[in-house]
């Protein structure tokens, strides 16, 4: 078993610690903005406490990726710094310990924080894209069935085969007894000029058979009126029938969830993958080893004061500037440039910058800055 280095047990317990808990405040902040809708979604369909948490849960992975190479840097500036300030880089250099050890100790976090975040954006991500549209749609399906289904009273509106029902509550009149449905109306146009409407006080749906039945009793049923030989309207025919049945299949009026997958939602196969796509992923997950890189950068250029004020956001704000540029500049060349060219001309480009600035100025990193001991 190869033993834990001097770099490694000095950051490794604070470089982690700073991650989850950046991590744990950033999702924290952006689900806090996604509750309200979600909150929304679930009360309009009846949802329960456990569906608002599993849709909660799967909003996580949707900004984790970006969160994840943002945090790394902060986590990483503050570790090393404080270990400088603290002497602790000045005794590794006096024991020998070069300052490459540090930078590959920063290079291999960042390059498994690029692993997680491809297996998150191509595979994870996807997943609960998926299932929160599933999610939704289920919860949709269930809500609309129990207002059909279900007895007690109800003020709902449904549309079947072209014919309009409005189900209201009971009236409270002394007939209604304590599990009526109340009244049930029906409109059902025939053609531009003609219609006809009716109104149940006593209906149910029977089911359990391969359709489901609506039957009306004690309706009263209007026709639209016919035109005489003069032009005009007749009176409107009215009929009371005793009962009536209408046959039709629920799954027509609640239609099942689409399980087929939109693209944003086919989990990454390198086989079949879109190459912007593919190249957008991999983009970001080459920002994470870049962030690291920067991190380092940045604690060997913040010698003064205003320069340890200046490096942390300058390094944020060159992170944001790479995701978006870079991943508009690959998933542009990914559709020309072929991938065995593009690869590491894209590796030079992100790592190449700070890897330079960490060579010329990586000495630094072992001693404190100045004005401290």
Not at 73 to 100: D, H, K, M, N
Not at 218 to 234: D, E, I, M, V
Request: no cysteine.
């Amino acid at each position: 078993m190869t033993p834990i280095g001097p770099v490694t047990r000095i950051l490794l317990r604070p470089v982690l610690a700073r991650l989850a808990l950046i991590l744990l405040l950033v999702e924290a902040v952006f689900l806090a903005e996604s509750f309200t809708t979600l909150l929304e979604q679930a009360l309009r369909y009846d949802g329960a406490v456990w569906d608002l948490g599993w849709l909660l849960v799967l909003k996580l992975p949707r900004i984790l990726d970006l969160a994840l190479a943002l945090a790394l840097l902060i986590a990483l500036y503050f570790a090393v710094s404080e270990a400088r300030a603290r002497g602790e880089l000045v005794i590794l250099a006096t024991a020998g310990i070069r300052w490459t050890r540090i930078v590959w100790f920063a290079l291999s976090i960042g390059v498994v924080g690029g692993f997680v975040s491809l297996i998150v954006a191509g595979f994870v991500l996807p997943e609960a894209r998926y299932s929160e549209r599933i999610t939704i749609a289920q919860l949709r399906t269930d809500y609309l069935t129990s207002q059909i289904t279900r007895d007690g009273p109800r003020d709902t509106l449904h549309r079947l085969d072209g014919v309009t029902f409005i189900a209201s509550a009971p009236d409270g009149l002394p007939e209604n007894g304590p599990d009526t449905r109340g009244r049930l109306f029906f409109f059902q146009p025939q053609d531009p000029s003609n219609w006809r409407a009716g109104q149940s006080r006593d209906w149910t749906i029977k089911t359990g058979s391969a359709d489901e039945v609506l039957v009306m009793k004690s309706l009263r049923l209007f026709q639209s009126p016919s035109r005489n030989q003069t032009g005009s309207f007749g009176p409107i025919h009215a009929f009371n029938v005793e009962n009536a049945e209408l046959a039709f299949s629920l799954a027509s009026v609640v239609p099942a969830p689409n399980q087929s997958r939109s693209r944003a939602e086919k989990v990454l196969a390198l086989s079949d993958a879109d190459p912007r796509r593919l190249s957008g992923i991999a983009a970001r997950a080459l920002l994470v080893p870049f962030a690291a890189l920067v991190a380092l950068a940045a604690v060997a250029l913040s010698a003064g004061d205003l320069s340890r004020l200046l490096a942390l956001p300058a390094a944020l704000l060159l992170v944001m500037v790479f995701d978006v540029a870079g991943r508009t500049l690959v998933t542009d060349a990914a559709a020309r440039v072929p991938w065995l060219v593009l690869t590491p001309i894209v590796i030079a480009a992100y790592l190449g910058p700070p890897l330079a600035v960490i060579l010329w100025r990586g000495e630094t990193m072992m001693t404190p800055p100045r004005g401290r001991t």
